[in-house]
């Protein structure tokens, strides 16, 4: 309910607004007519009221002699509202042939009212030459006279009416100001913040950039969404700095190991190699008798600086790979071979291939390294988690830019239980694997993906499940190149 | 006399090599060289028969020296001198047209029998870089199963094999697969290595030129 509250409380004032606008549109009607009725009921009152005592009071005879029959009978009815002002109503006796015989006063110019010798059955509305309207009766009078009674409607009754009308008319009035506000409070105000809350539902906090809210022309909302604006961005910028904390980690943590490996590679590895060359001299000027001990001692000597000389290349290569600087196909070829060897017989044999379609002779070693990274991780994931038998990494031209990708026939993997997950996520919650990988293609500045042939319907997709990473990174510049 | 050219930064492990060198029969010392340019100066002056070149040199390495005798078709064959054992480093070396492949600490009679296969154009393969199945008897490939292997070997991606040989990407696959089953081999390089090995393909047919197989 109370999630509702606003909502609710529109809803409750729009629908007593709305009733009341009903109620006043009603009452209006209602005085309307009760008004109308009253003036045609008057103006029969008034009329029959005359024909009464002209009939009472003397005979026809007189009235026609005299000429002003009646006058003594205006005076008497001159207390009736209607007569009090000439504006507001008269009385006139006609004649039929459309002579006015006597009228009360000021009446005659009501003369126009009269539309011919046919008395009225009920009192009817009618429009006089000033454009007033009135409210009319004609009854016929013993003697082939006429009797015309109107009443204004303005005159009579215009205060009353006027009062009741304005204060209806002015609930009306304040009803439709009231379902406008409300229509537009709804508008302006709770559309765009249930906007906004669906907006900010949505918002992948340190993905974007800038997240526009609301534009709009209430300044509060202005002023929150901004607020909630800058706060996306500094959370977008914080995010950033961690990305690029971990990337300059991870180039930082390369370098190094690259650093230690030449270090190895030219000092003591190169120290190893003279000193079994040594040994292989001494052993050449040494006593060609098979047991005596000096040949004995070197040849021991001999086997164990190869040994060291052995452990120290090991070591070389698995901090950074000589052969990196091969470039990015020999690379993975190299790669390719050594996984494959390494898988040899573990389980079953793994097929490794590797096809280059786009020209990546110029590839800096960085790039190298991280693709080659990223193949070593993806292909051991494919085989401990996919149990995959056939892994192909691919380079291909994508328009302007390059896509790697690593696809295998192993058990797939839920591509979308992963879908917009976080790769921070992924390290913390033990898919480290993966998370390697990322930071590999942050590096590239690339974008990746996985998709499971399960859920592509790919033409090239192989009978069974199976896997593929692909990864969309821009082709390294001339002035990355080493 | 064989004329012998050595290259090797490194001055302990030169003068080692160079002091058996001056030791042994029937082969002449021509020139040591302590890193890539002075190297290619002095095979120019000298011409010798067998250039021992290392492949991690300053000034250009052993691999951009090959290429250049490869390019220049000097009568110098090439053996290779390195502390590597990666197959993509013999790859390379056979792509610049090396005759052969040795470690540095491996013992002077292999170097001598190097040496002796390399100048007679048979190619030779330090044993410590690890094949699969290295003494395996080889099944004969068909000729388009070396035509396939060859554009391999040149460094070729398969659609542009399957463009050349006028056949499917599915095809070439096949084909590579019925090679590696009848050598034994595990992949490509593999394949590659042991068919120069045994013969099957020889070194003049992966000459590589700037990146791209070229064709006879």
Redesign the interface.
Known sequence: MKKHLLLLLMAVVTLFTAGNFFVSLHAFRAQESAMDSMMRSYVLDLAENFSTTAAFTGGRGQAQRHGTPGMMRFRMLSADPALQSPDAGGILVVSKEGRIVSASPGAERLLPLWKGSAPDAAPREAVDAKGESYYVVVRSLDGGNFILAAVSRTYLLAPLTGVWKTWILSAMGTSAAVLVGMFLLWYWLAVPLRWIAEKLENVRWGKERSVRLYTGPLAELEALSSVIERLATESFEKEELKKRYVTDLVQAQEATRGQLARELHDGALQSAVAAVKRIQLAKQSAPSDADSPLRTHLDTAEEVVQTAEGEIRSYCEALSPSWVRLGLSSALEEIAGRLAQAYEGVETDVDIGVEIEAEAAAFPEEHVLALVRIFQEAASNSVRHGGARFIQAELRREGDLLRFSVEDDGSGFDADAYAGTDFEELRTSGHRGLANINERVRLLRGTMRIVSSRDSGEDEARPGEGCRLEILFPPPSPGERR | MLRILLADD?P??RS??A??LE?EEGVELVGQAADGESAWTMLLETHPDLALLDI?MPNGSGIEIAERIMKRKLPTNVLMLT???????V??SVRAGAKGFIL??A??DRLRQAIEDTSRGIFYLDPSV?L?SDEAPAEELSEREKEVLILTAQ?L???ETARLLSITKRTVAAHLTSIYAKLGA?????AILLALKRGIVLLDQLRYID?EGTRQ
């Open positions: 490194h302990l492990t080692g090599l002091a058996w030791e991690e502390a590597y054992s990666a197959q993509q480093y790859m390379a540095k600490s013992p002077f690890s699969v460094g991606p398969s659609s595990k992949n490509k390089t593999e990146g």
